[in-house]
């Protein structure tokens, strides 16, 4: 059983900073990709950083220079450095896993494991 657990939410000021981390259980593969969403209420689950195999990684452009996505595979868990943060950034933060090893920042649907989501809330 594929499991994917985050942490590492809370409330912060705007500028303030936050890591989430999502740590992997139970999947058996070495080559695989990540990917960080975000949905805020009353918007569509957007995709922020992704992050292949290889380590190369991709991001949203309304994150780029603020967040950073990182893992280690000897730990099995992803993380997600946000700096800077904005109110516009307050949102549910979800993890996935796809089995496409190459894969930077796909679309929801090429992803199949979801970890439960970890609130962020940034107050102005």
């Known amino acids: 059983q594929v499991q994917l657990v985050e942490s590492g939410g809370g409330s912060v000021q705007a500028g303030g900073s936050l890591r989430l981390s999502c740590q992997v259980f139970g999947y058996a593969y070495s080559e695989y990709s990540m990917g960080w969403f975000r949905q805020a209420p009353g918007k569509e689950r957007e995709g922020v950083a992704g992050?292949?195999?290889?380590?190369?990684?991709r991001y949203a452009d309304s994150v780029k220079g603020r967040f950073t996505i990182s893992k280690d595979n000897a730990k099995n868990t992803l993380y997600l450095q946000m700096n800077s943060l904005k109110p516009e950034d307050t949102a549910m933060y979800y993890c996935?896993?796809?089995?496409?090893?190459?894969?930077?920042?796909?679309?929801?649907?090429?992803?199949?494991?979801w970890g439960q989501g970890t609130q962020v809330t940034v107050s102005s």
């Open positions: 992050i292949d195999s290889g380590g190369v990684t």
């Open positions: 996935a896993l796809s089995y496409r090893w190459y894969l930077l920042l796909g679309d929801d649907d090429e992803y199949n494991y």
